[in-house]
């Protein structure tokens, strides 16, 4: 029986060829931004997670890593009788952890001795995240954007929202960011995501994208509420011919 598969890249087509993205970050990590698709399954939680962190600066590695065992042994078998019980003999999941480390490889251990064909993000959501930073701050926009202009009231949210079904591509920062632009502000007892989970959100939405068409997108200033446009976007936007709405009296 072959062990885990090490996978170099979390890009769009990398994690195309598994049927499932595994987190396996307590849930806490997970909140603040994940792999676009990936699903939870803690190998630690947040209070345990906590608990095995304290004992390894209080006490020694050796009780660490005892207790975190333990922990991580039972919490795979919940996985395994729960989430993953109905998945069939030809199961192939992207397992990764915070760095490629030891939560991500006890779980791939566990599911290649199943018979699962598993792979191993290598470097884990560090991995991803520079991938991020990569597409997002350090390469140019690699779309066409058209902005859509006009005044608040003009209804350039309702046409956005109506251009997909007309077969245009749009990129709805104010969906991803979970806000409604300078004037209007915030939704209502809506937090908006993490600075990360917001580029996470754009990534997803761009990796979706045809590059060859054209993307409609509502102006916006350099920020959505609290979150920034990363240059790949602002720039996109800056160099875009733009439609302006304009609402009758």
């Known amino acids: 029986m072959s062990g885990p598969e090490t996978v170099a890249a979390a890009d769009a087509a990398t994690r195309a060829r598994f049927d499932m993205v595994i987190d396996v970050r307590s849930p806490g990590e997970f909140a603040e931004d994940h792999v676009p698709g990936a699903v939870n399954l803690p190998v630690l939680d947040n209070a345990e997670r906590a608990e095995v962190g304290t004992l390894y600066v209080q006490k020694s590695r050796f009780l660490a890593r005892k207790v975190g065992g333990a922990y991580v042994a039972r919490n795979i078998s919940g996985h395994l009788l729960g989430a993953l019980a109905d998945q069939p003999g030809g199961f192939r999941p992207l397992v990764y ?101 917001f580029e996470s959100r754009l990534l997803g939405a761009l990796e979706a994208l045809d590059p060859a068409r054209p993307v409609v997108i509502e102006a916006e200033s350099s920020k959505v509420g609290e979150r920034m446009l990363p240059p790949a976007v602002w720039t996109a936007m800056s160099q875009a011919p733009s439609i302006r709405l304009e609402a009758a009296p």
Do not use: N
């Open 97 to 197: 952890c915070w760095r490629g480390g030891m939560r991500s490889g006890a779980m791939a251990h566990i599911l290649s001795q199943v018979g699962w064909r598993v792979g191993v993000l290598a470097g884990g959501y560090r991995t991803y995240r520079r991938e991020v930073t990569t597409r997002l701050y350090d390469s140019p926009p690699g779309f066409r954007a058209v902005v859509l202009d006009g005044p608040t009231g003009s209804g350039k949210t309702e046409v956005l929202r109506r251009l997909p079904a007309l077969g245009v591509q749009v990129l709805d920062l104010e969906g991803l960011a979970e806000h409604r632009g300078s004037l209007l502000g915030a939704l209502p007892g809506q937090p908006q995501p993490a600075q990360k989970m």
